[in-house]
């Protein structure tokens, strides 16, 4: 059964640093579209990507507000990372990998083409 697990969220300062990792199960992640997706707490809001990693050539794609903060990788063909550095209050959320493996979809992919999810991972940036 095809699994991805997220790790790696916590509580951390405004300014540090942590990296997520998602461990697939029966998918080799290399050739798949993998991305990064976020839900703040507040319910009013949606669940939208961060950031992707392109199952052609391993391109790299990121929202505006993570740009240059977050770098997203993958190794061992069973794991995608996302490194965050200098977080912000903004950054907190439950953090979320999933990827396309019906239509096989590029980078960027809308959450409604994404088939399969992790059970997600908090990140809380607080003093």
């Known amino acids: 059964q095809v699994q991805l697990v997220e790790s790696g969220g916590g509580l951390v300062q405004p300014g540090g640093s942590l990296t997520l990792s998602c461990k697939a199960s029966e998918l080799v992640v290399d050739y798949y579209s993998v991305a990064w997706f976020r839900q703040h707490q507040d319910p009013d809001q949606g669940r939208y990507w961060i950031?992707?990693?392109?199952?052609?050539?391993?391109?790299t794609y990121y929202t505006d507000s993570v740009k240059g903060r977050f770098t997203i990788s993958r190794r061992n063909y069973d794991t995608v990372y996302l490194q965050m550095n200098d977080l912000k209050p903004d950054d907190t959320a439950i953090y979320y990998c999933?990827?396309?493996?019906?239509?096989?979809?590029?980078?960027?992919?809308?959450?409604?083409?994404?088939?399969?999810w992790g059970r997600g991972t908090l990140v809380n940036v607080s003093a």
């Open positions: 999933a990827t396309d493996t019906l239509y096989e979809s590029d980078c960027p992919v809308p959450d409604y083409y994404m088939n399969v």
């Open positions: 950031a992707c990693i392109s199952r052609r050539d391993g391109r």
